[in-house]
DNA sequence: TCTGGGGTCCTAGGACCC
DNA sequence: TCTGGGGTCCTAGGACCC
């Protein structure tokens, strides 16, 4: 029998950066980009369970995470405390914690930098399961000062969403006679894969549980859905992989930048483009990749409509000026009067490379 | 409210080939 | 003159995830 567990860290990079600031304890904490007294542009990465309190989530911009602080603070309540992300710090402490699980599971598969799948099925039960699940969770609390919701049962998709059912600190375990029933009562949304257009789509048409969503065939899921409705028509019935096996390679490095001011001055663009496409190389490098054949860049107008432009190389290339070459060519492109008649400013600028050698 | 940056996967039309 | 069916690649856009 199939025993999977997943673990998701609790408020990842906030709990790392209230570990190592003994100043920030208890307070409101808010990961993210820069907020300027409420001018900055980009969103929240992490709140705390305190700064949720005030109504800052993850994806907020910052200016409205900014303004809900300062309400507070109006309120009498603490202000929160700002922090920019620290990337470095957080893939250390995830390391250590891929660690601790490798000493409870002989296979575990990270999924991003706070996520990881770990097969428990040697342990012969959900119960015994459950209590592996428990040390673990003392183990990192122990040794790393942070706490880690777990979730238990019979494939991936249980465990993923059992891990979210009792955030934070929690442990859910599901059995694979109670997965469907589990499933039942809770929103589309926790389906992984529905997103907000989706969940606007289902609830449009009445369907908001996933009990609502089994109403429906395959066939009527995949024509309303595609290919993604009949994966969906089985996910509803709490059947999903058990594979911790999967190994997925890069298929495209990039990088992109959202202006301090939008501008449509092609000197300020095409400088950050330069600069882009020497991280995108340093990278492509560093990863140890030979060869790319195709490069893309993206333009953000300041109303946010977004449009790429790609073009596949006649031959691979491996040379950053052949990046620069190529994007410099599709950013021309965008510059064409008829392209932007209305002379919309640019936000942001982006390029990447794909069909990596 | 005014929306980051790093990615993946899917769709759909057109070109082209057999 | 009107006309197939299947497959792959390219390009652009969009949904989604962390």
């Not at 309120?75 to 699980?101: D, H, R």
């Not at 003392?138 to 249980?158: D, F, M, Q, V």
């Not at 594979?243 to 092609?266: H, P």
């Not at 599709?330 to 919309?344: A, G, H, I, T, V």
């Amino acid at each position: 029998m199939k025993i999977i567990g997943h673990l998701d860290m609790d408020a990842f990079f906030a709990a790392v950066e209230e570990r190592a600031n003994p100043k920030l304890k208890g307070l409101p904490i808010v990961v993210g980009a820069d907020p300027k007294e409420g001018q900055g542009r980009g969103v929240v990465s992490t709140a705390n369970y305190k700064a949720r309190e005030y109504g800052i989530c993850s994806a907020l911009p910052i200016s409205t995470a900014w303004r809900l602080s300062e309400e507070a603070k109006r309120q009498g309540k603490p202000e929160a405390v700002f922090v920019s992300v620290n990337f470095k710090n957080y893939s250390e402490v995830s390391k250590n914690i891929i660690k601790i699980l490798e000493k409870y599971s002989g296979r575990v598969l990270q999924t991003s930098i706070d996520e990881a799948y770990f097969d428990l099925s040697p342990a012969e039960n959900f119960k015994k399961a459950g209590e592996i699940a428990k040390k673990i969770k003392s183990e990192i609390r122990k040794r790393e000062h942070l706490t880690a919701s777990i979730g238990i049962g019979p494939n991936k998709l249980i465990a993923k969403i059992a891990s979210d059912f009792q955030k934070p600190d929690g442990l859910t375990v599901i059995t694979k006679e109670r997965a469907e029933n589990f499933l039942e009562p809770l929103p589309v949304r926790k389906i992984p894969g529905i997103g907000p257009k989706t969940e606007e789509y289902f609830k449009k048409r009445g369907i908001e549980k996933i009990i609502d969503l089994k109403k429906y065939s395959r066939e009527e899921l995949t024509e309303m859905l595609g290919k993604w409705g009949a994966e969906l028509y089985e996910k509803t019935r709490g059947r999903g992989s058990t594979d911790l096996a999967e190994v997925r390679e890069r298929k495209s490095i990039g990088e992109q930048t959202t202006f301090e001011t939008d501008s449509l001055n092609f000197e300020t663009v095409w400088e950050s483009l330069q600069e882009l496409s020497t991280g995108v190389f340093r990278r492509f490098q560093k990863k140890g990749f030979k060869s790319f054949q195709a490069v893309t860049v993206t333009i953000r107008f300041s109303d946010f409509e977004t449009h790429t432009r790609s073009q596949t190389l006649r031959k691979p290339a491996n040379s950053l000026k052949a990046i620069e070459m190529k994007s410099l060519k599709l950013l021309m492109s965008f510059f064409d009067r008829r392209e932007n008649p209305r002379r919309k400013l640019i936000r942001l600028v982006g390029v990447r490379i794909e069909k990596l050698g």
